[in-house]
């Protein structure tokens, strides 16, 4: 029934459109002057038909499931409906509604059968509805739109105000959207500072929060300061960058200052396809390959190395952002007008001078910008260091020992037994929220610190 | 003629048969110029023409442009300076290029300045460096607006006073020769008369070479013109007697407007 509406909408949209512009091309040929030319006056007839009606579809949708539940459960005989509580209401009612669609367990109660019946007959009913509505809907905008064809009539002013509306309208979704997510994250880390108070959140240096969720378990008393995981994250962080600034800066600079045509042509695209490698790979290469490797360069050299590292898992994750870094500079660097290399090359610098002495200092910018967004994504990668890093939070900033970060602690708590009231649970919406936090600030930094270059060099 | 000006018309560069290959394009066809010293000559004709592909022979620029061929002999001061030996990061101290549009780096005013000499390494310190730099900007006839200022962006400046500033830029690693490639075309009319004045300033220490579309900035400016058309030199002499009497009648079609 559903693809029925859309398709009534899209054959109104398309009727629309023909019947304005045959009407806009008659009047033409008949040689008035048209203030707006005929596709302008088609447009608008097509916007009128499809967009009230689907607008009208989406509203119906949202609503009529609500509406219909309601009535189902009026219909209930009283007995069953006393003393029900709204979950307990829900629940009724997704079982009426699996059981219309014929997935019964057993032999149902005769009331349920029959709220079933009503059920389908309800829906069905609203299906019609809904499709004789539309097609009211849609046919007016239609006739509407065609008895607006005329030469005066500034269709194409119309056709852009809709489209502009269009456009706000999407950027207000992306938008919203945003708003929503940080607010959910509030409203739940609101609900763990309830019960764990915020300083000793912010400020504690113990973290154990595998406490109990049910009566008979046995588990730590739990504690919830976050410090020590945010100091893993940093530590990873630092090793990923450390890793990736060298690599990804030189390589850029090579491929775009040095490198001859034909070795740049093949090198750029391998160094991409790193962009493209799954974090989950690179999870498995820590696992299987780096931490190895340095455990047995540990033992060589006579130094205790924990089984995973921080410095495996921050050294892959640099490999992760190698081509994130070298793309930025290498934008950066092509972004410097020819006439600044010229110039430089023509007072006898070479090409190496020439690159550490105004090129470089003229792309900063766009590759701060470029390092702080890989610093927001490294503090944000998850699936790396879940795979590679460790759980234990421990204050410590030895790379060679085993650190857990923010995201890992977030998975962890997460999964497995879980209850939404329970600090343990909650902890990780803190988390995310503080994660959130943090990249933010990043972000602003790197926005102010390209913005505030960029005045200077323009 | 005074005595800064003596030395005038020795010739500081001269070039045989030289071809420009760009690729495919044969860009320069057997071009032989003597140029003199002490003196501004100006390549003139329609664009396209190479007389900037030229140019930028005479301080190696176009090696910097993949697949561009140089051949023939150019010689500065009787030295081939395509010759396996030449450096041509040494080459370009000697022979300076403003370019078209001004180029200030994104530094402060003092450091755009101090830039050639700090990578060949003319100074011995600070001091000496301040004083390069103060003769440089005297030299490009812009001290007196920014000494107040050499901390400032070199790119703060008016379009005019940035072209001076390239030009002090490429003074300051003491040329022999200054190459300039349509210093003006950018610029507005106050700001050229100011450029030109400059230009005739610095014959009297500099061989100036200087591309022009104008042919009034080339009659005003330069003793000697060349004028090229299709890769080829058509006629090279006293600036006067090209622009009043050409041998060559492509000479006469082009001043006259004609062709071009």
């Known amino acids: 029934m559903l693809w029925l509406t859309f398709l009534i909408i899209v054959a109104a949209a398309a009727l629309a459109y023909v019947l304005n512009l045959r009407a806009a091309r008659r009047l033409w040929a008949e040689g008035a002057r048209l203030h707006s030319i005929t596709t302008f006056h088609a447009l608008y007839a097509l916007f009128l038909a499809a967009l009230p009606a689907f607008v009208f579809v989406v509203l119906w949708l949202a609503l009529s499931g609500p509406v219909i539940g309601a009535l189902v459960l009026s219909g ?44 389908t007959a309800l829906e069905a009913t609203e299906g019609w509805a809904r499709l004789a509505l539309v097609s009211l809907i849609a046919a007016a905008g239609l006739i509407y739109a065609r008895t607006r064809v005329s030469a005066s009539f500034r269709a194409r002013q119309r056709v852009e105000r809709i489209i502009n509306g269009l456009m706000v309208f999407c950027s207000l979704v992306a938008i919203f959207t945003t708003i929503g997510i940080v607010a959910s994250l509030f409203v739940e ?87 493209g490698v799954p974090t989950v790979v690179y999870g498995f290469f820590a696992v299987l390959v780096v931490a190895p490797a340095l455990r047995q360069a540990g033992q060589a050299l006579g ?61 900063i910018p766009g590759i701060v910008g470029g390092v702080l967004l890989a610093v927001s994504r490294a503090i944000g990668e998850t699936m790396i260091v879940v795979m590679a890093a460790g759980l234990i939070a421990r204050m410590t900033i030895n790379p060679l020992d085993s650190v857990t970060t923010v995201t890992v602690q977030i998975v962890t708590l997460l999964i497995g037994d879980t209850a939404f009231d329970n600090p343990k649970t909650l902890a990780a919406f803190a988390l995310g929220m503080m994660l959130f936090l943090v990249t933010l600030g990043v972000n602003i930094v790197a926005l102010r610190v390209v913005r505030k270059y960029r005045e200077l060099y323009d | 003629m005074n005595q800064q000006e003596t030395g005038a018309g020795e010739i500081k560069i001269s070039a045989r048969d030289v071809q420009v290959h760009y690729g495919d394009n044969h860009a320069l066809v057997d071009v032989s110029v003597d140029i003199s010293d002490k003196m501004v000559t100006a390549f003139i004709g329609p664009s396209g023409c190479g007389k900037s592909t030229f140019l930028r022979c005479l301080n190696r620029m176009n090696d910097t442009i993949d697949g561009c061929r140089v051949e023939g002999d150019i010689r500065l001061d009787g030295e081939d300076i395509y010759a396996p030996e030449v450096d041509p990061v040494h080459l370009r101290a000697r022979v300076g290029m403003v370019f078209q549009k001004p180029n200030p780096f994104p530094k402060s005013i003092y450091d755009n300045v101090a830039y050639g000499p700090r990578i060949h390494g003319l100074a011995k310190n600070r001091s000496e460096l301040d004083e390069i730099v103060e003769k440089s900007l005297r030299r490009g006839a812009i001290w007196d607006e920014v000494k107040d200022r050499l901390d400032a962006p070199g790119t703060s400046l008016s379009g005019g006073q940035q072209q001076r500033l390239c030009i002090a830029r490429a003074i300051a690693t003491s040329p022999e020769v200054l190459l300039m490639d349509e210093p003006c075309s950018a610029l507005d009319p106050i700001a050229t008369a100011q450029i030109e004045e400059l230009i005739d300033e610095l014959r009297r220490q500099f061989c100036v070479i200087m591309v022009t579309h104008s042919m009034q900035q080339a009659a005003r400016v330069s003793q000697r013109t060349a004028f090229f058309h299709l890769g080829q030199l058509v006629e090279y002499g006293e600036t006067g007697q090209i622009f009043t009497n050409p041998s060559d009648p492509r000479t006469e079609s082009y001043i006259t407007g004609r062709i071009g």
């Open chain 1, 76 to 119: 209930l005989p009283d007995e069953v409906r006393a003393g029900a509580t709204a979950a307990q209401e829900n629940l009724l009612l997704s079982e009426i509604r699996s059981l219309a669609r014929g997935q019964a367990f057993g032999e149902p109660e005769p009331w349920k059968a029959a709220a079933a019946a009503r059920l």
């Open chain 1, 189 to 275: 880390s609101m609900r763990f500072f309830a019960r764990v108070p915020f300083f000793e959140f912010l400020f504690g240096t113990n973290w154990e929060p595998q406490i109990p969720i049910r009566e008979d378990q046995v588990a730590g008393a739990g504690a919830f300061g976050w410090l020590p995981v945010l100091l893993g994250t940093m530590v990873i962080t630092v090793v990923a960058l450390v890793v990736a600034l060298p690599i990804g800066l030189f390589s850029a600079i090579y491929l775009n200052e040095f490198a001859s045509p034909r070795l740049r042509a093949v090198a750029k695209p391998v160094l991409e396809i790193l962009a």
């Open chain 1, 303 to 363: 130094v205790d190395v924990s089984p995973n590292t921080a410095l495996a898992a921050g050294g892959t994750m640099g490999i992760m952002l190698i081509p994130f870094i070298s793309s930025f500079t290498d934008d950066a660097l092509s972004a410097v007008p020819r006439s600044l290399r010229d110039g430089s090359l023509a007072l006898g610098a070479t090409r190496g001078e020439t690159v550490a002495k105004v090129l470089f200092p003229a792309a």
